[in-house]
């Protein structure tokens, strides 16, 4: 819009100096038009002058001889006329000169009209220049902090597309070790559930131990009890003694195998 302001307010300037050109030209024209009436009216002064010497030199010739013929009245009189005729022409040449003297002042009045209208449009078209030029700077302004805008956004850009790729990465781990975490999980539940079954064996071998261990105690009694000189009792009491001993080894391995799965 200031553009479209500016090149109108420009285009008038040119009427204006177009029109002011005209003018200048029509005031010349009419200084010109003046100058030559002018040298009209000094060369009808001068006719005048001469007509006013040739009725002064008539005069004194009509004074000199009197009873002049009536040819010479009429020529006195055509003179007379002519005087009075030049008379009226000087006085329709001055009015004339009066006219264009008004006419050149109101040429003159308009031109310094038309002269102070371009003025004030020149300082008018000097204010939109600098406003112009301001809102060019502006936009300029605005346009790196745009184009700063852009890297930024490029730059943030970049970096959401890394913190994705981390987040991704970060994501998959998790999800790993979560997969990791569930089959530990599942281990651990079925290490627990092994060793229930193994704190269930124990305790039946604890207690089958201590059935055995009460039985030995029993059988020793009972040995005891018996007469030595029994052989049969005797080695009845040797093969049971080899039995407990090897329960107890069968259940020492037990122990210790569970021991060792623990």
Same mark, same amino acid.
């Given at each position: 819009e200031a553009d479209k302001k500016m090149k109108k307010m420009k285009e008038e300037c040119d009427e204006l100096h177009k029109e002011v050109i005209q003018r200048k030209a029509e005031v010349n024209a009419m200084k010109e038009d003046i100058s030559s009436k002018q040298k009209l009216m000094l060369i009808d002064k001068k006719e005048v002058e001469k007509l006013l010497e040739d009725q002064d030199s008539l005069k004194d010739e009509l004074v000199k001889i009197l009873g002049v013929p009536v040819q010479l009245k009429k020529e006195a009189e055509k003179i007379n006329q002519k005087k009075i005729d030049a008379e009226k022409k000087n006085e329709d040449l001055n009015n004339? /000169?009066?006219?264009?003297?008004?006419?050149?002042?109101?040429?003159?009045?308009?031109?310094?009209?038309?002269?102070q209208e371009r003025e004030d449009v020149m300082k008018e078209l000097d204010g939109k220049r600098a406003?112009?030029?301001?809102?060019?700077?502006?936009?300029?302004?605005?346009?790196?902090?745009?184009?700063?805008?852009?890297?930024?956004?490029?730059?943030?850009?970049?970096e959401r597309d890394s913190l994705n790729h981390k987040l991704n990465e970060r994501i998959f781990e998790k999800k790993q070790q979560q997969e990791t975490l569930i089959h530990m999980q599942v281990e651990k539940d079925k290490e627990l559930r092994n060793l229930k079954k193994m704190e269930l064996q124990l305790k039946m071998i604890y207690e089958s131990l201590q059935q055995e261990k009460s039985q030995h105690k029993t059988l020793k009694l009972e040995a005891e009890a018996i007469p030595k000189i029994n052989g049969v009792l005797l080695e009845r009491r040797r093969e049971l003694q080899k039995e407990i001993e090897m329960k107890k080894r069968c259940l020492a391995e037990q122990v /210790?195998?569970?021991s060792f799965s623990y």
């Open positions: 004339q /000169m009066q006219e264009l003297n008004s006419t050149l002042n109101d040429i003159d009045k308009g031109t310094e009209k038309i002269l406003l112009l030029e301001s809102k060019e700077q502006e936009c300029a302004a605005l346009a790196r902090l745009l184009e700063i805008g852009r890297e930024k956004q490029l730059a943030i850009l970049v /210790m195998s569970s």
